[in-house]
């Protein structure tokens, strides 16, 4: 089993609050890491329908027979333990010890901040990054990486990727959309899932898609809010600040696996995906939240941003961190070229930081370094040179 970077944040954690709760998607490893790090817990699964009935007729007494010590998976199918929670909790934080897991972002933060403010920490499991992805035999090109993605079971037990996604999709996606908001056209849910996924990296023009779906813009913001929740969207934010140049104030987006996103558009393996148009968006997509899960998993809050102006000049991604940006360009090319910097030194004067140091992500096999700026095969490249 491959031990995940988010394992040391826990265990710090654990040291300081007497609740540990972990969200994250579905099949993203969070049972089997809270597992594997708090062995001496007993487990109780909130999906097991005995257990839930158990904690919902008598969550007082449910929580009593626990001696104060367990781990509660999927706790967002009982969140009226939460305030009996809270209870045991203050009467007594030494002896106390939760860890608890939940895979709906928004119902589960504010459940939590209302029952267990100060009372616990917050982490977040995404699937696998590309550093843990080391622990397991290289096969193919980064394309091949991109279509089979990052989800545990498919790399830990040799899963077909098109049957997991396809049960993904169904069991997972569709289930968890069905208990946040009512979709009453399901096929119409399928194909805004389909458009997303081959608008990856794009401006987000909900407009425009419903025309496409047939939908109402109102009625896809609430479907894109439910698959951000569910932890499979993520949209970045354009970068602002008092310049004197008009910039876009649309965010952009990107689904959490690429996997998915593959899954969706039909694209079964890398040799396809290098002929595909979409080629450069996933890419793109795979670096950005490579960078998103490993800042997470470090315990961080990512501050990510990109940058457009109506002139067309762009940087794919900005990192903010310790008061400073951090430029970074990501390139499906397999041969570096200069111009690969252009946006990077461009974007420099325009803050008027004309030493800033910057970083191209590309797909070809050599480094370079031009003009203060570090060009990274992507086989080489590692997160930890960002930060």
């Known amino acids: 089993m491959i031990r995940r970077e988010l394992q040391s944040e826990l ?78 909790v203050d009467s007594n934080k030494r002896d106390t010890r939760f860890v608890l897991t939940g895979s709906h972002q928004p119902f ?34 980064v394309f091949d990486a991109i279509t089979k993605g990052s989800f545990p079971a498919v790399h830990e037990e040799s899963l077909d990727v098109r049957r997991f996604f396809r049960s993904y999709v169904q069991t997972c996606v569709e289930r968890d959309v069905r208990a946040l908001v009512a ?27 419903s025309s496409d779906v047939g939908v109402a813009s109102a009625t896809l913001r609430s479907w894109l809010n439910v698959l951000k929740a569910s932890y499979l969207i993520v949209e970045l934010p354009p970068w602002h600040a008092n310049i004197r140049k008009r910039l876009v104030r649309s965010s952009k987006l990107y689904f959490t696996d690429t996997g998915l996103a593959c899954f969706l558009l039909g694209i079964e393996n890398g040799e396809q995906l290098k002929r595909d148009r979409q080629r450069g968006g996933l890419f793109e997509n795979f670096i950005v939240m490579d960078i998103w899960k490993s800042l997470l998993h470090a315990g961080e809050t990512p501050t990510l941003y990109f940058f457009r102006d109506s002139h067309g000049n762009e940087v794919d991604l900005l990192i903010r961190r310790g008061g400073r940006l951090i430029p970074v360009e990501i390139k499906s090319a397999e041969t570096f070229s ?6 990077i030194r461009r974007f420099a004067r325009l803050v008027d930081e004309p030493d800033m140091a ?30």
Request: hydrophobic fraction near 40%; include cysteine.
């Open 11 to 88: 265990v710090e954690a654990a040291g300081e609050y007497p609740v540990v709760s972990v969200f994250g998607p579905r099949q993203s490893g969070k049972t089997t890491l809270v597992c594997s790090t708090f062995p001496q817990l007993p487990y109780y699964s909130m999906e097991n329908p005995d257990v839930r009935a158990a904690a919902r007729t008598d969550p007082r007494g449910f929580l009593r027979t626990l001696n104060r010590r367990a781990i509660l998976d999927e706790i967002q199918r009982t969140p009226e333990l939460l305030s009996y929670l809270q209870e045991m």
């Open 338 to 343: 200069t111009g690969f910097v252009d946006g």
């Open 183 to 209: 979709v009453h056209d399901l096929d119409r849910f399928q194909q805004f899932l389909i458009l997303l996924a081959g608008r990856v990296g794009q401006l987000v023009n909900l407009s425009a898609l």
């Open 358 to 387: 910057g970083h191209v992500v590309y797909a070809g096999e050599t480094s370079f370094t031009v003009d203060r700026v570090k060009a990274s095969p992507v086989n080489q490249f590692q997160v930890k040179e960002l930060l």
């Open 108 to 141: 589960l933060n504010q459940s939590i901040s209302q029952s267990l403010p100060g009372r616990t920490s917050v982490s977040t499991l995404m699937p696998f990054t590309r550093a843990e992805l080391t622990g397991y035999p290289a096969t193919g090109t």
